[in-house]
Nanobody, 120 residues
Framework: VQLQASGGGLVQTGGSLRLSCVAS????????MGWYRQAPGKQRELVAG???????NYADSVKGRFTISRDNSKNTVYLQMNSLKPEDTAVYYC???????????????WGQGTQVTVSS
């Protein structure tokens, strides 16, 4: 399974970006898809997650500003980020808990990361 993330970049405070992440491979089902981020010198943290039924959860720091969504037909997850702040600057990683074809269990996969930089 491969996760290909895109959409990062440089934006000014108050601006918006949309991240996308496509999963490919021998996928039977993707149970949860999510976005994590890691700023320099900090631990990786959960930003937002979405189940295959559409239930979502968000870090308190992004509630009301970020929206996660997914297109199950395309194995794709999106993160719409509005009202960006300098403290949102980080490498953003997509994550998916995937049940492979022929497998009973789900495995955890990570994308390669995409840089988001918010200038003040």
């Amino acid at each position: 399974v491969q996760l290909q993330a895109s959409g990062g970049g440089l934006v000014q405070t108050g601006g918006s970006l949309r991240l996308s992440c496509v999963a490919s491979g021998s996928i039977l089902r993707i149970n949860v898809m999510g976005w994590y981020r890691q700023a320099p010198g900090k631990q990786r943290e959960l930003v937002a997650g979405v189940t295959n039924g559409g239930s979502t959860n968000y870090a308190d720091s992004v509630k009301g500003r970020f929206t996660i969504s997914r297109d199950n037909s395309k194995n794709t997850v999106y993160l719409q980020m509005n009202s960006l702040k300098p403290e949102d600057t980080a490498v953003y990683y997509c994550n998916a808990k995937v049940q492979l074809t022929g497998s009973f269990w789900s495995n955890n996969y990570w994308g390669q990361g995409t840089q988001v930089t918010v200038s003040s």
